[in-house]
């Protein structure tokens, strides 16, 4: 679905990341916004089938190539990635989701998890591991999980966090202030026939999580309610 004509444009956008030459591009850019919008579609088809994205439209999941720069020291005007979440609602749905990330050289990934958390979700994290840790070492322990995800991402804490013991069982989860979980995809893998397969294939090792992260952080509140 996505050719290495995708790849090589964004290796050369690196070089070259000025409104100029993306000027002079432009067709260029919209070929290759042409071939992630087909992958997306596709994947919102398939990825529809196991998880819920009712109502989810392509234009809803991808992220614009357009640099924020006005409160940026960094005044580079272009992402030299293409990105986008499949989720329900898309990439605005404040939800865990699936994010896909083209980058030329290796870069490329499929990652989710625990990135940003607000300090309610990451106490109620906390307080998942404290009282039924068991739920998410099940899933990340997996070994299929484990071999598709092989480490960790994110930040900890330095420190015991505030109201845990120093010796608590599962310190080092709770210290966890990101828990983010990613597999990369050489550009022979991003440009093959079967590239949105290998991203589904890795989606549905990772939905436990999200799941797990998506029920503490909004759906378990809606049930007390």
């Given at each position: 679905m996505?050719e ?14 000025n409104r ?6 432009k067709v ?7 071939q ?7 994947l919102?088809?398939e990825a529809g089938k196991?998880?819920?994205l009712?109502?989810?439209?392509v234009?809803d ?13 960094n005044?580079v005007p272009?992402k ?5 979440a499949?989720?329900?609602?898309g ?5 865990i ?6 980058e030329p050289?290796?870069?490329s ?8 958390p607000t300090?309610?979700?990451l ?6 591991i404290?009282?039924?840790?068991h739920?998410?070492k099940?899933?990340i ?5 484990k ?9 900890s804490l330095?420190t015991?966090?505030?109201g ?6 599962e ?22 026939p ?14 436990p999580?999200?799941d797990?992260l998506?029920?503490i ?8 309610d």
């Amino acid at each position: 679905m996505l050719e290495p004509s995708t790849l090589q444009f964004l290796s050369e956008l690196r070089e070259n990341n000025n409104r100029e030459w993306f000027a002079e591009n432009k067709v260029r850019y919209e070929a290759a916004k042409a071939q992630l919008e087909a992958l997306v579609e596709y994947l919102l088809k398939e990825a529809g089938k196991f998880t819920d994205l009712e109502n989810t439209k392509v234009k809803d999941c991808i992220f614009r190539i357009y640099r924020d720069i006005r409160f940026s020291k960094n005044k580079v005007p272009y992402k030299t990635h293409l990105a986008f979440a499949i989720g329900p609602g898309g990439k605005s749905s404040g939800r865990i989701d699936f994010y896909i990330q083209i980058e030329p050289g290796g870069e490329s990934f499929l990652g989710g998890g625990m990135w940003d958390p607000t300090p309610g979700q990451l106490a109620k994290f906390r307080q998942e591991i404290d009282y039924n840790v068991h739920e998410l070492k099940s899933i990340i322990e997996d070994p299929v999980f484990k071999a598709y995800y092989p480490e960790v991402w994110g930040e900890s804490l330095k420190t015991v966090p505030k109201g845990y013991a120093k010796d608590h069982p599962e310190l080092e989860l709770l210290k966890r202030k990101q828990m983010f979980f990613m597999h990369k995809y050489s550009d022979r893998e991003v440009t093959s026939p079967d590239f949105g397969e290998k991203l589904l294939e890795g989606m549905r090792i990772l939905k436990p999580y999200t799941d797990f992260l998506n029920y503490i952080f909004f759906d378990e509140e809606e049930e007390e309610d």
